[in-house]
Nanobody
Framework: QVQLVESGGGLVQAGGSLRLSCAAS????????MGWYRQAPGKQRELVGM?????????ADSVKGRCTISISRDNAKNTVYLQMNNLKPEDTAVYYC?????????????????WGQGTQVTVSS
């Protein structure tokens, strides 16, 4: 089992920045990909970006150039970060961290095995 805990959400003005963190613990050796998703009220959960095999990083077009995913590792825990800059009101959503065991890229939420509880990001205009 893998446990994911997100943190770092909050209220920020448009144009501001936030850095979200996702701490992964448990059977982290089984993880081959991690992703960040978001879900706004009344909308489907959508991919923000993913990191696969610890190296390959991809971003959704809506955040490309404004977001950066990075990862840090120690023996017991991996932490994945989502740095978001130049935030817009349309970035307002609950942001979720996800992890999957299978290698390779995976854009669909259903392809991930583990999810965090989410952290709220609100961008005011």
């Amino acid at each position: 089992q893998v446990q994911l805990v997100e943190s770092g959400g909050g209220l920020v003005q448009a144009g501001g920045s936030l850095r979200l963190s996702c701490a992964a613990s448990g059977s982290i050796f089984s993880i081959n990909a991690m992703g960040w998703y978001r879900q706004a009220p009344g909308k489907q959960r959508e991919l923000v970006g993913m990191i696969t095999d610890g190296v390959t990083i991809e971003y959704a077009d809506s955040v490309k150039g404004r977001c950066t995913i990075s990862i840090s590792r120690d023996n017991a825990k991996n932490t994945v970060y989502l740095q978001m800059n130049n935030l817009k009101p349309e970035d307002t959503a609950v942001y979720y961290c996800a992890a999957r065991a299978l290698p390779g890229t995976a854009a669909a939420a259903g392809q991930y095995d583990y999810w965090g509880q989410g952290t709220q990001v609100t961008v005011s205009s």
